[in-house]
């Protein structure tokens, strides 16, 4: 990676777009000029980049044919406006916002499925999962060839920060609020979320199933190769402000030693799995870390063929930030 290349971080002053900057320089990655881009109600905020504080300028009229990579860290509508014209500029596009379909940017985890990238011509135009995705993804592929799986069942433990900045002030204010014992009015959820759990995270189809549900069996089944594997999820907002916690259940079509999963998981890259009477939790273990962690494997209580997995992973750093700087590295090392 001795070449460098001018890039453009799109969100650069929310959550996920600082860490995409904080990585970048903790990597070193080869960045020529970089170009922080917000909306026009974000810019003019700074941000620090290898002992300087750079000026977050506002997308509006940027010319991406100046940079040679642009990751995409903002809403999705965001990306849904610039994405192609940056391609088009001759702009290769890293999103992490969900706003495009899988067949025009192919979701891809840098453990998982990085081979993709082989079958794509520059200007390159792909996504970054779902955090929850990837952290999935990332535990689930070493497992492959050792079962052969019927059926995931997910329980996504989402944070607030799954919902931007907006979300971890919501849970702040709500907590400071019934700390002090004064009346508690919610305004960014539409109900209570401090000491809470909320059921339904988002925007709901008219099948009952939220749209984050939705991306997150797209997503899964996309970097896994494994289109019509049957996936239920249900995500919960939960009053973490970060960090994602996953209950997942494989029902397999024999039974499954536990011992080979073990042993797969602990040679498997990126995965931290803890002994058998342990288990993680964001907060001791993955929160600033480039992992993701697992505990508590263990078959169905009277169903060999069942395995059930504690999964927790850093959803700003590890499921976001992390895996989108990795793929820009492979982008890096196989550029012509």
């Known amino acids: ?94 999103d992490l916002s969900g706003g495009l379909p899988l067949d025009q940017a192919p979701r891809v985890v840098a453990e998982v499925n990085p081979q993709v990238l082989k079958t794509m011509q520059p200007p390159y135009l792909f996504a970054s999962p779902t955090s929850a995705a990837t952290a ?30 907006e979300g971890v002030a919501e849970l702040a204010r709500q907590t400071a609020e019934l700390l002090n014992a004064r009346p ?34 797209e997503d899964l089944r996309q970097v896994l190769d494994a289109p019509v594997l049957k996936v239920a999820a249900t995500c919960v907002l939960v009053p973490v402000f970060f960090g994602d916690s996953l209950s997942v259940s494989v029902q397999a079509a024999k039974p499954i030693d536990l011992h080979a999963v073990q042993a797969a998981l602990e040679g498997a890259a990126s995965v931290e799995v803890l002994e058998k009477d342990e288990y993680p939790t964001v907060i001791t273990d993955a929160i600033g870390q480039d992992l993701v962690f697992v505990g508590r494997a263990r078959n169905g209580v009277d169903d060999p063929t069942e395995l059930n997995l504690w999964i927790v992973s850093d959803n700003v750093r590890k499921g976001a930030a992390h895996n989108a700087v990795q793929l820009a590295e492979l982008l890096i090392k196989h550029r012509p």
């Open 1 to 94: 990676m001795s070449q460098s290349i001018d890039i453009a971080v799109v969100g650069a002053s929310g959550a996920v777009g600082g860490a995409l900057v904080e990585l970048l320089e903790e990597r070193q990655f080869p960045v020529g000029k970089l170009h922080l881009l917000a909306s026009e109600a974000s810019a003019g905020q700074s941000v620090p980049f290898k002992g300087r504080n750079l000026r977050v300028g506002s997308i509006a009229g940027f010319d991406f044919a100046q940079v040679g990579l642009a990751f995409f860290a903002a809403g999705e509508a965001v990306t849904r406006q610039y994405a192609s014209a940056a391609q088009a500029a001759g702009c290769s596009v890293i």
């Open 184 to 217: 508690l009015e919610p305004r960014f959820f539409d109900r209570q979320v401090a000491f809470n759990l909320l059921g339904l995270v988002g925007a709901v189809g008219t099948d009952g199933h939220a749209q984050v549900e939705r991306r997150l069996i």
């Open 136 to 165: 999935l993804a990332v535990v689930l592929a070493p497992l492959r060839p050792l079962l052969d799986w019927q059926r995931l069942s997910i329980t996504a433990c989402l944070p607030v920060s799954s919902q931007g900045r």
